[in-house]
């Protein structure tokens, strides 16, 4: 049915990227070819060429209830898609209420993509949600390391399952549950979708660890940091940041 996956991903601190990656390896032992792309300010999604034995795969992290506005921008500036089949996937990150522990939230995004898909002419196949450690680090402390092993592990068979399933034909529609909770507590991710993100970029702020080396502003997907000063420079956020958490999880001096 397909003989090639094409994966493009957005993600910050890394959780995404492995989800894909692991989607990546798993074609590429069903015998697929594949490529696998980053979505950040350099990505240019009307070069896209959609082809009708190629699966599409495009996969975003969950931010305050639902992705990127970057994320929503790629898939807009998607040509139309001549019926090609795509898959939706977000990570979300792994809660614990109580004894219970519950898969990340992933919010409505995926099906406000798939929505937008659908008008562009794409055969939406798949939508699922990956639990990952969560890491929103300015607000919650990260998970134990023994913790964090446990789900990088399990993501492994997760996303093999997932893949499987989709060569083999079948459509699964997952997170309906998530999509129900959204419709709950609407607008509040819509209102973080297009205002969250800019009032969450003047949270952040460089301690006096900061040595000026300029790797968040490097690194950034959306190049949303500016290194201002004088003798020692240091990182300045933008209204353009959409908290992904990036340049947290690549600083030297944390």
Request: hydrophobic residues 40%; contains cysteine; aromatic residues 12%.
């Amino acid at each position: 049915m397909f003989e090639q996956l094409d994966l493009f991903v957005y993600s910050g601190t890394g959780n995404t990227y492995q989800v894909a990656k692991c989607l990546h390896d798993a074609a590429s032992r069903q015998g697929l070819q594949g490529t696998l792309r980053t979505i950040d300010v350099s990505a240019k999604p009307q070069a896209y060429q959609p082809t009708e034995h190629t699966l599409l795969g495009l996969l975003a992290p969950t931010i305050g209830a639902i992705q990127p506005p970057s994320f929503f921008r790629f898939v807009l500036g998607l040509p139309k898609g001549n019926r090609q089949r795509v898959f939706l996937a977000a990570t979300g990150a792994w809660t614990r209420i109580g004894r219970l522990f519950v898969p990340g939230y992933v919010g409505f995004g995926l099906y406000l993509a798939a929505l937008m898909l659908l008008c562009k002419g794409y055969r939406v196949v798949g939508i699922n949600g990956f639990g990952m450690a969560q890491n929103w680090t300015t607000l919650i402390p990260p998970y134990r390391a023994a913790l964090e092993q446990r789900i990088n592990k399990e993501i492994l068979d997760t996303t093999e399952s997932f893949l499987a399933e989709l060569l083999n034909g079948k459509r699964i529609y997952r997170r309906i549950v998530d999509l129900v909770v959204t419709l709950l507590i609407f607008p509040l991710p819509f209102l973080f979708l297009l205002l969250g993100h800019r009032f969450l970029a003047k949270t952040m702020f460089a301690s006096s660890r900061c040595n000026g080396c300029g790797l968040c502003a490097e690194r950034c997907p959306q190049k949303a940091i500016r290194m201002c000063g004088g003798k020692q420079k240091r990182p300045f956020w933008t209204f353009s940041c959409e908290q992904c958490m990036r340049c947290a999880g690549y600083c030297p001096q944390r």
